[in-house]
């Protein structure tokens, strides 16, 4: 049996297709809503049994950081908590607030300029699904423009559907061995590399109890330093296992399918580079300085599990460096699902700044300070 993207597009449907939309009620132009600050816009809240198939939204409002300040929540099958709870531009693939283009088969920020959000994960339900989305941020959202698509069923009869799940996580790393050591294994800059026979310092993607299998993780690195981001391997402990675990990576750039410290766009269905440093703006490049969105997605191989899964990466190797990381990981589980890391508040969701040329060169004045001074080049190691 065929399990590629189009396997199930000949199969007829007894359901019905539904959508709820911002159309004008009254044949108007005016397809939207408006969100004040510190509301909460239900924009679905349906009965009964379906699939949400499609969800598109656009947004506008003078607030720059509206990507991060609004947030957006699915429940199903009358769970209390939410199983779907993240600020809306992490989840649909755009982080640190901004508008960019991203492509990928589940999520995409289509053209004009990442304006457009788009998911097709599809989202099944039994006994109701309800999606609200919360703004958070000190402006109006004066236009919000939105489809939610989904089959309706008068029961759902495939066995064993999970519930979408999606978690918002972000954290400043730091160190965990010494010193920030970490580029290439070979090159080990400043000492030998430490070992790391554990996941307790990692990063963590999401920790899952109930049955059921990750899907894939979007993953936004802000490095404040030139060295490489990566080497961090990926550690998914299934089931309460021990470390190392039966699905163990070797490597940042590894895990999201590319190779060699990468530093371009790569947008496949499935993985890729979305946004890369200085290629989205004018400021100088060095190194790997700045803000890079990686991501990858398990369509043809989700990470299954029957009790629990502890999912996440390690912050260089070892957990070596300082990055400040945010993620939305994707999977499906049944419920009762446990609920989700609190959110963090708006100040917190703030982005560090971008390292500027003015930090590099007072690095590089006190650099020459603790050597003595002089005309020094910057290459003496004495």
Not at 28 to 42: C, M, Q, V
Not at 293 to 318: Q, V
Not at 354 to 362: D, G, K, M, P, S
């Given at each position: ?58 947004i506008a409002s003078p607030d720059q950081m509206i990507r991060r300040n ?267 699902s446990k609920p989700l890391p609190p959110l963090p508040s708006p100040a ?35």
């Open positions: 049996m065929s399990h590629g993207p189009l396997s199930g597009i000949a199969r007829i449907s007894g359901s019905k297709s539904r959508r709820l939309s911002s159309y004008d009620r009254s044949g108007g132009n005016a397809d939207f809503i408006d969100i004040a600050p510190g509301e909460t816009a239900t924009i679905a809240d349906i009965s009964g049994a379906g699939i949400i198939t499609h969800l598109w939204m656009t609004l947030v957006i929540r699915m429940f199903w099958d009358g769970q209390e908590h939410a199983s779907v709870e993240s600020p809306i531009g992490d989840f649909f693939g755009q982080g640190w607030g901004l508008k960019y283009n991203f492509a990928s088969m589940p999520l995409a920020a289509a053209p004009k300029n990442g304006n457009a959000l788009v998911c097709y994960f599809p989202m099944p339900f039994s006994k109701g699904a309800r999606i609200e989305i919360e703004n958070q941020g000190p402006e109006a959202v004066r236009s919000f423009y939105f489809y939610v698509d989904f089959e309706e069923y008068t029961m759902i009869s495939e066995e064993n559907l999970g519930r979408f799940h999606a978690s918002y996580r972000q954290e400043l790393t730091t160190p965990e061995s010494y010193p920030e050591n970490d580029v290439e294994a070979e090159w080990e800059i400043l000492a030998p590399y430490a070992k790391n026979p554990s996941d307790e310092n990692n990063y963590v993607w999401c920790e899952c109890e109930g049955e059921g299998h990750f899907v894939g993780v979007n993953m936004y690195i802000g490095n404040p330093g030139p060295i490489w981001y990566g080497e961090g391997d990926d550690m998914f402990l299934v089931d309460g296992e021990p470390w190392p675990g039966s699905v163990h990576g070797t490597g940042t750039e590894d895990y999201f399918n590319m190779s060699w410290c990468p530093d371009e766009h790569y947008q496949h269905p499935y993985f890729g580079a979305a946004r890369v440093p200085g290629v989205e703006n004018d400021s100088p490049r060095f190194g790997w300085i700045g803000r890079t969105h990686c991501y990858r997605f398990h369509l043809e191989d989700p990470i299954r599990f029957k009790k629990s899964l502890r999912a996440s990466i390690e912050h260089g190797h070892a957990n070596s460096l300082c990055l400040e990381i945010a993620s939305v990981a994707y999977w499906y589980q049944t419920l009762p917190d969701r703030l982005p560090r700044p971008e390292t500027r040329v003015q930090e590099i060169h007072r690095w590089r004045d006190e650099w020459r300070k603790s050597k003595g001074g002089g005309p020094l080049w910057g290459n003496e190691k004495a």
